[in-house]
């Protein structure tokens, strides 16, 4: 199986274990552009899918991973190169930048970043993506609890 396919399948299974909340859409439409994005405890990955991707396997980390994609007529769409920046903050009004990587799998592109998380910890994620080639960012917002016991 396409190992892109593979951390899909494992990040959408991840998300269905969570809150309801996860149930909600994870795209956000920006005319020409979406952006889809989620978060998760990173012991929620596959051993090897984490080993991969070199990402650490812990309750007390989590992971974001965003996607920006061109809209193409009768496809999903292209996933394009894009500037990715994030923060999250509690609500405790704790703000922290997490760092993003580029993860390029075949033609998939994936920038994911990885912070550690306190149990019952509500993050609000504000992520900014500037597609290669435009002027204008991308922003999104939104919110995840986490529970590490």
Do not use: C
Not at 66 to 83: D, E, F, M, R, Y
Not at 101 to 129: H, M, P, Q, S, W
Not at 138 to 148: H, P
């Amino acid at each position: 199986m396409d190992p892109a396919r593979i951390i899909t399948s494992w990040l959408s299974a991840a998300l269905l274990l969570l809150s309801s909340s996860a149930l909600a859409e994870n795209s956000t439409d920006f005319g020409d552009y979406v952006v889809h994005f989620n978060s998760l405890a990173t012991d929620m990955l596959h051993p090897q899918i984490a080993r991969q991707y070199h990402i650490t396997r812990s309750q007390n980390r989590g992971m974001i991973n965003i996607t920006v994609l061109k809209k193409v007529l009768g496809s999903p769409g292209q996933p394009v190169h894009a500037n990715v920046t994030a923060s999250a903050r509690n609500l405790a009004g704790q703000t922290r930048t997490i760092r993003m990587r580029e993860i390029r799998d075949g033609r998939a592109i994936y920038y994911i970043g990885e912070f550690g998380v306190a149990n019952e910890e509500t993050l609000k994620f504000t992520v900014r993506a500037r597609p290669q080639g435009t002027v204008d960012n991308l922003e999104v917002e939104f919110s995840q609890d986490f529970y590490t016991d």
